[in-house]
């Protein structure tokens, strides 16, 4: 039987319990897993005067490396590496002073899940569903009101939390598979303790934390789980650049460089044209990755070590801990390059067949392809980013399929754009999709113009790369006559229990709407099977007389897609198409499963044909 003292010591050891005037508020990360290829573990520890103590580990396959202390006393960094062959437990971190003992935290140790550092990431057999999840669906009512926390919920103002969460989410996975998506990508889900227009998730104040209107770490990690079972990858969305303005940090920050400018707002001149710009002044590079993005959103400095190994840390950690298959990495220029080279290493370095994208926000390929992976760069930069979001791409769709032709204007657009793709060192790991939750929909975009919608969402679907859809654009969400973001990401009809108009049952959608529903499914079950589609060659044609070809293929099977925006009907030329064709006959049209020889092939005026070429 246990003394009464050893049970006592277990006791204080669960809850960190302080002997005397100390005590610990913060605890990151919380807890952490033994067998990682990494073994050094940097734990920050929060709590007043903190730094007068001297930690104390025993526990086999455990070595302190370092204390770290900082300006603030109130912070301390411990250092340990874990052996490769370290049991999992938990164990007690002692805190003395003069030799006496003053703080005990018992710290866990967790097994990681079998095979958790060769999981696969999303990859271009993948489409991915974007979801900002306040808006999609209300799963859980019993969290919409925190008055304590702020920012309550208001649907009818654009810029106020709505109720949507993470069991809205689970609730919709039967939807999304129907739908034929396989990956799941939600805007950031992590507490955002802002006074105003927190629903977005892009001012973190807990880096640590679900935010509760959104529901639970426990209830994320189900989400992961859940995906898991039914066939998705989850992929979290995350912010190194900055934190929210709320961020418990700061009020009582460990140093003053751990946000730049001492903590004090300085715009960034937004010009990411700068890191490659070999006649930019120092000045402008610096206050393009020091200043902040907004007032709202501190800039946090990842050349402090110690604030680049927690934001490393904290990543790794949600990998494990939410079961994810892939991290989007929000404005991805803007943080310290060499950090997010680091970063993006050290995340690859842990689990091999990850994936990873990045943001960057330029119609430019050069920039776009600067930080992917393999990349040649004349300043011999090199990233693990395996891919990038693909926005020159994005930017010439509405030319592309709305500019009349002629020699420079219309399907010329997008030929050019794809013509740029030698400058990328893997072109079919990029992120292609029509809209998302920055801009205009994509049926804005075009004018509500069907037809060309039609075509760009086709493009989207069989081109090189991973397609990505922002909730909604399948039932031909829009947001006409403005471009605010409350509007843009406004409610998933059918995900309140009140809404008139459901997007699940089809009930009180239009007869497009439907349509468009219809097209987005049938597509994207079949792109599911298509292996050509995934990582198949691609050739396309020159426009010619308002005609756009191009065609995916491998040894087994062909697709071709034929865009006309003619006010007549096209026949397929096969004579011009023969190099690639050579001996095949049969165009089977996938939209209405006619089938007819390839020269009779036929596509209707201002519409798109898509053919398996047998």
Request: hydrophobic fraction near 35%; include cysteine; glycine fraction near 8%.
């Given at each position: 039987?246990?003394?009464?003292?050893?049970?006592?010591?277990?006791?204080?050891?669960?809850?960190?319990?302080?002997?005397?005037?100390?005590?610990?508020?913060?605890?990151?990360?919380?807890?952490?897993?033994?067998g990682m290829q990494n073994t050094h573990l940097q734990i920050m520890f929060y709590g007043e005067n903190i730094a007068e103590l001297s930690p104390i580990i025993r526990y086999d396959g455990i070595e302190v490396l370092e204390t770290v202390l900082v300006e603030n006393p109130n912070?301390?960094?411990?250092?340990?590496?874990?052996?490769?062959?370290?049991?999992?437990?938990?164990?007690?971190?002692?805190?003395?002073?003069?030799?006496?003992?003053?703080?005990?935290?018992?710290?866990?140790?967790?097994?990681?899940?079998?095979?958790?550092?060769?999981?696969?990431?999303?990859?271009?057999?993948?489409?991915?569903?974007?979801?900002?999840?306040?808006?999609?669906?209300?799963?859980?009512?019993?969290?919409?009101?925190?008055?304590?926390?702020?920012?309550?919920?208001?649907?009818s103002d654009p810029q106020a939390r709505h109720g949507g969460d993470i069991q809205g989410v689970i609730n919709s996975l039967q939807y999304l598979s129907d739908m034929g998506f396989t990956s799941i990508w939600l805007n950031p889900v992590l507490e955002n303790k802002m006074p105003r227009t927190s629903y977005h998730g892009y001012a973190i104040t807990d880096f640590y934390k679900v935010d509760p209107r959104f529901g639970s770490n426990e209830d994320y990690q189900l989400l992961g789980q859940a995906c898991q079972k039914n066939g998705f990858k989850l992929i979290m969305d995350m912010v190194m650049n900055h934190c929210g303005s709320e961020h418990w940090w700061m009020k009582d920050l460990p140093s003053n460089?751990?946000?730049?400018?001492?903590?004090?707002?300085?715009?960034?001149?937004?010009?990411?044209?700068?890191?490659?710009?070999?006649?930019?002044?120092?000045?402008?590079?610096?206050?393009?990755?020091?200043g902040w993005f907004v007032k709202s959103m501190p800039d946090m400095n990842q050349q402090n070590p110690l604030l680049a190994e927690y934001l490393i840390q904290n990543s790794i950690w949600w990998i494990e801990y939410a079961h994810l298959q892939g991290i989007r990495h929000d404005t991805h220029s803007y943080p310290d390059k060499n950090f997010m080279a680091d970063w993006s290493c050290a995340i690859m370095d842990e689990y091999p067949n990850f994936n990873l994208v990045g943001e960057e926000w330029s119609p430019n390929p050069n920039y776009v392809a600067y930080y992917q992976r393999g990349s040649n760069n004349q300043d011999g930069y090199n990233s693990c980013m395996p891919s990038m979001m693909d926005f020159p791409t994005?930017?010439?769709?509405?030319?592309?399929?709305?500019?009349?032709?002629?020699?420079?204007?219309?399907?010329?657009?997008?030929?050019?754009?794809?013509?740029?793709?030698?400058?990328?060192?893997?072109?079919?790991?990029?992120?292609?999709?029509?809209?998302?939750?920055?801009?205009?929909?994509?049926?804005?975009?075009?004018?509500?113009?069907?037809?060309?919608?039609?075509?760009?969402?086709?493009?989207?679907?069989?081109?090189?790369?991973?397609?990505?859809?922002?909730?909604?654009?399948?039932?031909?969400?829009?947001?006409?006559?403005?471009?605010?973001?409350?509007?843009?990401?406004?409610?998933?009809?059918?995900?309140?229990?009140?809404?008139?108009?459901?997007?699940?049952?089809?009930?009180g959608l239009t007869d497009q709407e439907l349509e468009a529903q219809l097209l987005f499914k049938s597509l994207l079950n079949w792109r599911k099977e298509k292996a050509c589609l995934h990582d198949g060659k691609l050739v396309h044609y020159s426009p010619k007389d308002g005609i756009y070809v191009f065609f995916r293929f491998n040894d087994e099977e062909m697709v071709m897609l034929v865009f006309n925006k003619n006010e007549e009907e096209y026949t397929v030329d096969k004579a011009r198409f023969q190099e690639v064709i050579k001996n095949r006959k049969e165009a089977v049209s996938v939209l209405d499963g006619n089938s007819s020889p390839i020269e009779k092939a036929v596509v209707p005026a201002g519409s798109v044909g898509i053919f398996e070429i047998n």
């Open positions: 039987m246990k003394s009464i003292s050893a049970l006592f010591f277990v006791f204080v050891c669960s809850m960190g319990i302080s002997f005397g005037q100390f005590s610990l508020d913060r605890v990151e990360p919380p807890f952490w897993w033994t912070y301390l960094f411990l250092i340990l590496d874990i052996h490769p062959d370290t049991k999992a437990g938990s164990f007690a971190i002692e805190f003395s002073k003069d030799d006496m003992m003053q703080l005990y935290y018992s710290y866990t140790l967790n097994a990681r899940s079998e095979n958790s550092g060769e999981r696969q990431g999303f990859n271009n057999s993948d489409a991915i569903y974007l979801i900002t999840p306040d808006r999609f669906v209300n799963g859980d009512p019993g969290n919409d009101y925190m008055p304590e926390i702020g920012d309550t919920l208001d649907r460089d751990w946000i730049h400018y001492g903590g004090n707002y300085v715009q960034t001149n937004h010009r990411r044209s700068v890191i490659h710009d070999p006649y930019a002044p120092e000045s402008d590079k610096e206050l393009f990755s020091n994005q930017m010439s769709l509405v030319p592309g399929f709305t500019e009349p032709e002629n020699w420079n204007s219309g399907f010329i657009k997008i030929y050019e754009n794809l013509a740029n793709d030698f400058i990328y060192p893997d072109p079919y790991n990029l992120v292609i999709f029509p809209d998302n939750h920055d801009m205009s929909r994509f049926y804005t975009q075009v004018n509500e113009d069907y037809n060309a919608f039609k075509m760009g969402i086709a493009y989207i679907l069989t081109l090189r790369g991973i397609p990505q859809i922002f909730y909604g654009t399948e039932i031909l969400m829009s947001n006409p006559g403005t471009d605010a973001h409350g509007i843009i990401r406004s409610d998933f009809p059918g995900g309140w229990e009140n809404d008139v108009k459901n997007a699940f049952t089809g009930a």
